[in-house]
C-alpha cells in the first residue's frame, strides 16, 4: 500500500529584509512550503493570485511601496482575510501599532526579536485552527448539501407518482422545474418587482414539481381519457387544482417558504391573466407570480409533448401558439421572458431521460467518494484548483506569446514570462490604471477604451479584437491585441476580466 502523502501548508512570507525573510524560512521550510514577497504589493500580488492555497501570512509592517497595514486593507477588502490567518512579525512594539493590527484582523502578533520555538508554535497553532474551521465549514455545507438532496428526491419520488398515475411521460415534471427557473432567472434580470433571488427561485422551482399532485385524487378513466372531455368530465378534472391546494394546506410548516408557493401553484396554475382561467377566475397580478410561471412552462410542455389525446407540436409552433394566444393569457413580460430563451427552452427540453440519469449518478458517485475520502470537501477543492494553476502556468510559461491576465477584483495585470520580456514591466502589476510603468507605456484613454469594448460584450461572445499604439523603447509600437473578457457564473453574470494576446505589428511584419 502506497503510504498517504502529508499535507503541506503553504505560508507566504511577507519582509522586505532579506535576512529576516531567510531566518523565517530556515525555522520554518522543513514543514511548510514558503512563498517569499519582498513588499506590501508582491505579497498583494501573489494572493490574488495564490489565495486559495495559502494557509498562512507572516507579514511585516513597514515595507516599501505598500507597507503591512496597506496588505491589510486589501485583505480585508476583498474578504480574504476571512479564509487566510495573519500574524504580523515586527519591530514595532508600540501599542497603538499592536492595537491597529488586531482590529484589522490579524490572528496573531509577534514583536521581534522572536524565539524561535514561539514562531513555530503560534504558526502551528495558527494553521491547525484556521484547517480545523475549514473542515467544520465544510461538513456543515455536506449536510445542507445533503439535506437539500434528499428534500429534491421526496419531491421528486411524489411528483413523479403522479405522473405514473397520469401515464404521461417522467420528463413533465422535469421539464416544468427546468422551464420554471429559465424563465424566472430572465425574469430576475428583466425586473426588480418580485423580489426574485436565487433561494427564492430554487424554492418555486421545487415546489413547481408538485404542481399537478391533486390529480391522485382523479379518477384513472378520466384521467388518461384519449378523447375530448364532458363538461361533466371536465369539470372533475380541474378539481384538481382546488385538491392539490388542500392537501398543501394540510402539510406541517405552513410558515416554510416551501409549503407556500407549492400551496399557491398547485391551486392558481390553471389560472389565466386575463381571468379567464380556474379554479378562482384570478386576474393579472391577483395571480402569483409563482403559479403565473409555472402556468406558462406547463402549457408549453403540454404542446411539445406527447399525450394520449394529441401528437407534440414542434417547439416553433407552441411558441406561435402561445404568443398568438390560442393557449390563453399570459403576462406580457413573462412572454418577452418567453421569446428572450427561446433557444435555452428548446435545448434543455430536448435532454432526454438518459442523459438526466446519467447526471444524476455522476451526482452520487461524487457524493459516496467524498464520504469515504479523508480529504475535506475544502482539501479536495484546493487540491484541483492548485492542479489547474500548476498546468496553467507551465503552459503560460512554455509559450512565446505575449500573454495576459487581467482581474479587476483587485485590479491586477498578470504576463507571461515573454511579455515580461518584450514589454519590461512586471510579472503581476497591481493596479496597472495607476501604475507608472503602465501610464509612460499606454494612452490611458485608449486603454480605457478597450476596457469599455470588453465589458459591453456577452458571455455568449466574448472575444474582441482591438488596435492601438504602446511606447517601447522611445517610439510607437503599432499592437494588435486579442482578447475574452470573463464573466462570472453568477445570474446575471459579472465582468471579472479579460484575458488574452498581444501581438507586436512590427515583429509580425519583419518575421513575414
Not at 64 to 91: C, E, H, Q, R
Not at 144 to 169: A, D, G
Not at 238 to 252: C, L, N, R, T
Not at 385 to 414: C, G, N
Request: proline fraction near 4%; glycine fraction near 4%; hydrophobic fraction near 40%.
Amino acid at each position: 500500500m502506497v503510504p498517504k502523502r502529508e499535507q503541506r501548508y503553504t505560508i507566504l512570507v511577507a519582509d522586505d529584509s532579506e535576512m529576516n525573510r531567510s531566518i523565517l524560512r530556515s525555522m520554518l521550510e522543513e514543514s511548510y512550503d514558503i512563498i517569499e514577497a519582498e513588499d506590501g504589493l508582491q505579497a498583494v500580488a501573489i494572493l490574488q493570485q495564490r489565495e486559495q492555497e495559502i494557509s498562512l501570512v507572516l507579514l511585516d509592517i513597514v515595507m516599501p511601496n505598500l507597507d503591512g497595514f496597506g496588505v491589510l486593507s486589501t485583505m480585508n477588502k476583498y474578504n480574504w482575510i476571512d479564509s487566510v490567518p495573519v500574524i504580523m512579525i515586527s519591530a514595532e512594539s508600540t501599542h497603538a501599532f499592536i492595537e491597529r493590527a488586531y482590529d484589522m484582523g490579524v490572528t496573531d502578533y509577534i514583536s521581534r526579536p522572536f524565539d524561535m520555538m514561539v514562531v513555530r508554535r503560534r504558526v502551528i497553532n495558527t494553521i491547525m485552527l484556521y484547517a480545523k474551521q475549514r473542515r467544520l465549514a465544510a461538513m456543515v455545507n455536506e449536510q445542507i448539501y445533503q439535506k437539500e438532496k434528499v428534500n429534491n428526491l421526496m419531491i421528486s419520488i411524489l411528483s413523479h407518482i403522479v405522473e405514473f398515475r397520469n401515464e404521461e411521460s417522467g420528463l413533465h415534471v422535469m421539464h416544468i422545474q427546468t422551464m420554471t427557473e429559465i424563465l424566472l432567472k430572465s425574469l430576475m434580470r428583466k425586473t426588480d418587482r418580485y423580489k426574485l433571488d436565487r433561494e427564492t427561485i430554487n424554492l418555486i422551482s421545487n415546489a413547481s414539481t408538485l404542481h399537478d399532485v391533486g390529480k391522485i385524487c382523479i379518477p384513472s378513466e378520466i384521467l388518461n381519457k384519449p378523447g375530448r372531455f364532458t363538461d361533466e368530465e371536465f369539470a372533475i378534472m380541474k378539481g384538481h387544482s382546488q385538491m392539490g391546494a388542500d392537501m398543501m394546506k394540510g402539510v406541517p410548516f405552513q410558515d416554510e417558504p416551501l409549503v407556500k408557493y407549492a400551496y399557491e401553484i398547485c391551486r392558481w396554475h390553471h389560472e389565466r391573466y386575463d381571468g379567464r382561467g380556474y379554479p378562482d377566475g384570478l386576474k393579472g397580478e391577483d395571480i402569483p407570480i409563482s403559479a403565473q410561471v409555472v402556468s406558462l412552462a406547463d402549457v408549453y410542455d403540454a404542446l411539445t409533448s406527447e399525450r394520449v389525446y394529441k401528437p407534440a407540436h414542434s417547439h416553433e409552433k407552441a411558441m406561435s401558439m402561445i404568443l398568438n394566444g390560442e393557449c390563453g393569457a399570459f403576462q406580457p413580460l413573462l412572454l418577452e421572458c418567453l421569446v428572450e430563451s427561446s433557444d435555452i427552452v428548446q435545448r434543455e427540453m430536448a435532454v432526454d431521460t438518459v442523459a438526466r440519469s446519467d447526471q444524476r449518478a455522476a451526482e452520487n458517485t461524487a457524493v459516496e467518494v467524498a464520504q469515504y475520502e479523508e480529504l475535506s470537501t475544502t482539501d479536495r477543492t484546493l487540491r484541483i484548483l492548485e492542479q489547474e494553476r500548476v498546468i496553467h502556468q507551465f503552459f503560460k510559461e512554455l509559450s512565446q506569446d505575449i500573454l495576459f491576465e487581467y482581474a479587476t477584483t483587485p485590479p491586477m495585470l498578470a504576463l507571461s514570462a515573454q511579455g515580461v520580456r518584450r514589454l519590461g514591466l512586471e510579472a503581476a502589476t497591481v493596479d496597472p490604471y495607476h501604475n507608472k510603468q503602465v501610464q509612460e507605456m499606454v494612452d490611458l484613454d485608449r486603454l480605457a477604451e478597450l476596457s469599455q469594448i470588453l465589458q459591453s460584450t456577452t458571455p455568449e461572445a466574448p472575444v474582441v479584437e482591438f488596435d492601438f499604439h504602446i511606447r517601447l523603447e522611445g517610439r510607437s509600437v503599432p499592437i494588435h491585441i486579442t482578447s475574452r473578457a470573463m464573466w462570472s457564473s453568477e445570474d446575471p453574470p459579472q465582468y471579472t476580466g479579460a484575458i488574452g494576446k498581444i501581438d507586436l505589428c512590427q515583429e509580425k511584419e519583419a518575421i513575414s
